[in-house]
């Protein structure tokens, strides 16, 4: 992107203050309107999510076509991931809270890709065994959520080389240096595996195909940070003989400390971890969450606040308060000024702390179900 536009989106790093319809425009994608939610909710006959009804997951590529495959009889399956790199942050959970309705409302599987080779390669800080012990703890998070144990296979990369590195070299073959360089941004000093990965990425995409030996639609939710990589699987994979993987893509969580950028693990104090305790999710938004509120108490109650710049309001509307009719009174409120901004941050502390402690001894549970979840146990 030029470096005299206001924001910056990579698969490794999103700067300023994001515009959704220009990323679309440049992207490519088509943005998920009343038709396609009213379709969701007429196959499922339930309600769209929250994430859906409040544009957190805004654009797709592909999506009708694969309503229209599943509504004729020919079912699809679920495919996301994470990047080990440090504990599972709230950022993380977005796209995999989405991916649990999914799966649970159109009865499907979901292939899980936890990319410790990745990391590897991408942060020179990281060993292979550090990335893998990180892949084993983020797979708790994923199991905590809920996802379907008979239908939820969680496969990590370095362990699984027979089944991701034969497809891969078929796939990487059909994609040139030039379109990886392109597509990434690298420079002469990347190492040769950065090139590699993104081949590595677009296997889980055809995994259910080249296990049934025919083709099955593949639905991917993520973060449109990762976009690149699954725009070059859905060029290349046809050449293959496969069907282009369709996508449903989020906004992205935003870091305590404002409404730009997208919250990460390389700033702790701005990102709240599910392996936070009460006390410190507390301290972390009182102290860092930025508010939308006036300077003074007096002032506030005259003018009001402003919703779209309050990292509380936007935490509450893009995960921590699924009631609309509730979220709608909160931002009345916030924007009246009856609202102050220490009670705003007050409800969201509220709302984080419960789904946290809920979390985490669901966390601490999935410790002895791990094995059921991981790649060996769904041959």
Known sequence: MPEDEEFNVTPWSVTGKVDYTKLMEKFGTQPIDLSLTSRIQEITGSEPHFMLRRGIFFTHRDLG????????????YLYTGRGPSDHTHIGHLVPWIFTRWLQEKFHVKLIFQLTDDEKFLFNDNLDLEKTHSLALDNALDIISLGFSEKDTEILIDSDNASILYPNALKIAKKITLST??????????????????????????VLESIRLGHNIPCLIPYGIDQDPHF???????????????????????????????????????????????ENTVRKKINKYAFSGGKTSVEEHKKFGGDPDIDVSYQWLRIMFEPDDTKLKKIREDYISGSLLSGELKAILIERVNKFLKRHQELREKAKDRLHLYLTSSHK
């Open 231 to 277: 725009r070059i699987a859905r060029d290349v994979l046809p050449k293959l003989g496969y069907l282009k993987p369709a996508s449903i893509m989020s906004i992205f969580i935003p870091p305590l400390s404002g409404v730009e950028g997208k919250m990460s693990s390389s700033d702790p104090n701005y990102a709240i971890f599910v392996t936070d305790s």
């Open 65 to 76: 076509w694969l309503l229209d495959q599943y509504a004729s009889g020919n079912p699809f």
């Open 180 to 205: 990886v360089r392109a597509s990434f941004g690298f420079e002469m000093d990347a190492n040769i595996g950065m090139a590699f990965y993104t081949s590595i990425q677009a296997v889980p995409a």
